[in-house]
């Protein structure tokens, strides 16, 4: 059995899909039954609990025989990123208080760094602070997400694609949460490994890319247009952001497009995506018409 952090989520959703595919038992930790009951007539086992809460992580941990933990996506932390500190102080706790054979963090690119890359700070918190387990651990940098673009399919009906890519032609790693979900179902259920080990996950992708992948779905001709960077704040309100609130996220594209993304990292594995832009925006057409 493997315990899933945030099942419902697009991510944890993802990797407990692919290790029930693979015939495995998963078990999730969860604040509402409800919200999971579609997980549970699926036969995932549900532990009432938080990932704010050091002992129903550690009574989620029981007797599985691999964890993949994540924290909560904050597109607004403290300064401090004191959110970011409790979750991962309450990981550390209850998994050396309960121990499991392996552990798979989700991480992202860009987290060897230890400033100047606004939200993956958090994540850069997280690799720091289950450097000290002594169990197997993987980070999987997962590259930016391509779901992220699926405001496109409302936006791009007048032929362009506003991005905070900038410029548009220049790529960064980008991969489909479905396959970050099927690399964390493999590192759990696959052969172990000694240690610690970080794994890039993504391709090399382009905004300009990803608007003509949009278009093909679209049937039209879409064009990733780079918002103006004083425009970025206002940009950020709409995505639900609070106002004065978006300094991290500036700070994140930032470091994207002066090269925080790209492959290549020191001492890391690589693996590419399967699934491109376009087939993310076809899925999410085809769910929204049928």
């Given at each position: 059995m493997f315990l899933v952090m945030g099942i419902t989520g697009k991510v944890g959703g993802a990797t407990a899909t692919?290790?029930?595919?693979?015939?495995?038992?998963?078990?999730?930790?969860?604040?509402?039954?409800?919200?999971?009951?579609?997980?549970?007539?699926q036969g995932v086992e549900l532990v009432d609990g938080d990932w704010n809460d050091a002992l129903s992580i550690e009574r989620a941990l029981k007797d599985v025989d691999g964890a993949f933990v994540m924290?909560?996506?904050?597109?607004?932390?403290?300064?401090?990123?004191?959110?970011?500190?409790?979750?991962?102080a309450n990981y550390v706790e209850a998994l050396t208080k309960a121990p499991v054979s392996r552990v798979v963090a989700l991480s992202s690119m860009g987290a060897n760094r230890t400033?100047?890359?606004?939200?993956?700070t958090a994540l850069s918190l997280l690799e720091q602070g289950l450097r000290d387990l002594t169990m197997p651990t993987a980070y999987v940098r997962a590259g930016g997400?391509?779901?992220?673009?699926?405001?496109?399919?409302?936006?791009?009906?007048?032929?362009?694609?506003?991005?905070?890519?900038?410029?548009?032609?220049?790529?960064?790693?980008?991969v489909a949460t479905d396959d970050i979900g099927a690399e964390i179902a493999a590192l759990l259920s696959?052969?172990?490994?000694?240690?610690?080990?970080c794994i890039e996950l993504g391709s090399m992708v382009s905004a300009d890319e990803v608007a003509t992948q949009l278009g093909e779905v679209m049937k039209l001709d879409v064009k990733a247009v780079a918002i103006p960077r004083a425009?970025?704040?206002?940009?950020?309100?709409?995505?639900?952001?609070?106002?004065?609130?978006?300094?991290?996220?500036?700070?994140?594209?930032?470091?994207?497009?002066?090269?925080?993304?790209?492959?290549?990292?020191e001492s890391t594995e690589h693996v590419p995506g399967a699934t491109?832009?376009?087939?993310?925006?076809?899925?999410?057409?085809?769910?929204?018409t049928a």
């Amino acid at each position: 059995m493997f315990l899933v952090m945030g099942i419902t989520g697009k991510v944890g959703g993802a990797t407990a899909t692919h290790l029930l595919t693979q015939g495995k038992k998963v078990r999730a930790l969860v604040r509402d039954r409800a919200k999971a009951a579609s997980w549970a007539g699926q036969g995932v086992e549900l532990v009432d609990g938080d990932w704010n809460d050091a002992l129903s992580i550690e009574r989620a941990l029981k007797d599985v025989d691999g964890a993949f933990v994540m924290l909560p996506p904050i597109w607004a932390p403290s300064p401090d990123f004191r959110e970011a500190r409790g979750v991962v102080a309450n990981y550390v706790e209850a998994l050396t208080k309960a121990p499991v054979s392996r552990v798979v963090a989700l991480s992202s690119m860009g987290a060897n760094r230890t400033g100047g890359t606004g939200l993956i700070t958090a994540l850069s918190l997280l690799e720091q602070g289950l450097r000290d387990l002594t169990m197997p651990t993987a980070y999987v940098r997962a590259g930016g997400f391509f779901e992220n673009f699926l405001y496109g399919l409302h936006i791009a009906q007048g032929g362009t694609l506003p991005v905070f890519y900038d410029p548009t032609n220049r790529k960064s790693t980008m991969v489909a949460t479905d396959d970050i979900g099927a690399e964390i179902a493999a590192l759990l259920s696959g052969p172990a490994w000694p240690g610690h080990r970080c794994i890039e996950l993504g391709s090399m992708v382009s905004a300009d890319e990803v608007a003509t992948q949009l278009g093909e779905v679209m049937k039209l001709d879409v064009k990733a247009v780079a918002i103006p960077r004083a425009g970025w704040p206002a940009a950020f309100e709409q995505f639900g952001i609070p106002k004065g609130q978006s300094g991290p996220a500036e700070t994140m594209y930032e470091a994207v497009n002066a090269g925080g993304m790209d492959l290549g990292v020191e001492s890391t594995e690589h693996v590419p995506g399967a699934t491109s832009a376009r087939d993310v925006f076809a899925a999410a057409q085809g769910a929204a018409t049928a």
